[in-house]
């Protein structure tokens, strides 16, 4: 079996003004270097869109995400979050910290699937029977500052530049902190603080399956 982290990204909901989040602001604060940020990049009024040494930053009027493309095992991108969030202006509601793995199995998905997730003892498996039903699980805890919620399922991805499909287990984590009053800097940055712990936890999560 093979597991892969797919996708890592942290987000902020809130009310943010995109056409304050131009080039120069970037550049002013020393986010990223001219020379870094790419032709494709996007500065409307309404809407920003950084790409940027394996970055995509995207601003709205409700919400940032800042994604990785360019999956790697550091802390630069909690950097870049936490100059923006020290350099601009705005009002947040929401921190969060989103990792997907998946697990390559083959032609054993349904079977490991099974075998984690199902409970015979449930009521609910009555309804459930057959060689096609999938297995998944969803759970959740308070961890550090922000709260754990993972959704764990059997899906079907196709291969980049090929029209092969692959079944996998794809296990979702999200970590999340609610953001009240004023304070609401402190408690992101607090998250941000704790990235590292959040992937930690994540990967011994998944080491189970491995």
Known sequence: ???????????????????????????????????????????????????????????ATNQIVLTETELRNDETMV????????????????????????LFSGEKTSEIARKHFYNEKSEINNFFKGDDISYGAYLSKNFGNSRLK???KPSTVIKINSDIEQRIISFAFNFHTDLKGENFKVEIKKSLSEVGEYINETRKIISIYE
């Open 1 to 59: 079996m093979e597991i892969s982290l797919t996708v890592k990204n942290i987000v902020l909901v809130g009310a943010f003004q995109p056409s304050k989040f131009d080039k120069y602001y970037f550049l002013k604060y020393n986010i990223f270097d001219e020379n870094e940020i790419s032709e494709e990049s996007i500065f409307t009024t309404d809407f920003t869109l950084v790409v940027a040494r394996g970055y995509n930053l995207s601003i």
């Open 150 to 152: 993972l959704d764990i």
């Open 79 to 102: 950097s870049l979050m936490d100059k923006i969030v020290s350099t601009s202006n705005f009002t947040a509601s929401g921190f969060g910290f989103n990792l997907h793995w998946f």
